[in-house]
């Protein structure tokens, strides 16, 4: 073993003996300090009317069909509190499609959501144009955070 390897050897056993932080002193479960999160659900429009239940951290990905030569797009609507639900991420990307000719205008609008806090949030998402007040289509749902 080379003088460096030796020196790097020892300096992790001596450095790694200095942490005596206990689980309580980071204020972290152990579980959530590694990420150890429940696995992602997906839903899709089915899932109008219905109650959704997530862990703490765990992750929601709603799908929905779009039309991307259409202007209307899906939109969520604000949150009337972030406490309990938070936004990660909106997008829309084609559809990938077993058709022999598969439409350059059929997309996904995509919500990915996470539960952050025990509570209940309702989620309205709006299939409109930008400038248009009432909703072609509408999906709401409740997600519920344990």
């Known amino acids: 073993m080379g003088a460096r390897a030796a020196i ?72 009337a509190s972030t406490t309990v639900i938070a936004p990660v991420q909106h997008d829309l990307v084609n559809k990938s499609s077993d058709a022999a000719v598969p439409s350059p205008a059929a997309g996904e609008a995509i919500f990915r959501l996470r539960g952050v806090a025990p509570g209940t949030q309702p989620v309205v998402l709006e299939l409109k144009r930008p400038f248009e007040t009432t909703a072609s289509r509408t999906v709401r749902f409740d997600v519920v955070v344990r």
């Not at 200095?18 to 696995?39: G, K, V």
């Open 8 to 79: 790097s050897l020892a300096a992790v056993l001596v450095l790694g003996g200095c942490s005596t932080a206990q689980w309580d002193e980071m204020r972290a479960n152990p579980r959530d300090y590694f990420n150890l999160t429940p696995p992602t659900l997906f839903a899709d429009a089915s899932v109008e009317g219905r109650q959704v239940t997530l862990h703490r951290w765990q992750a929601l990905v709603v799908r929905l069909d779009e039309d991307s030569s259409m202007t209307e797009r899906w939109q969520m609507q604000p949150l």
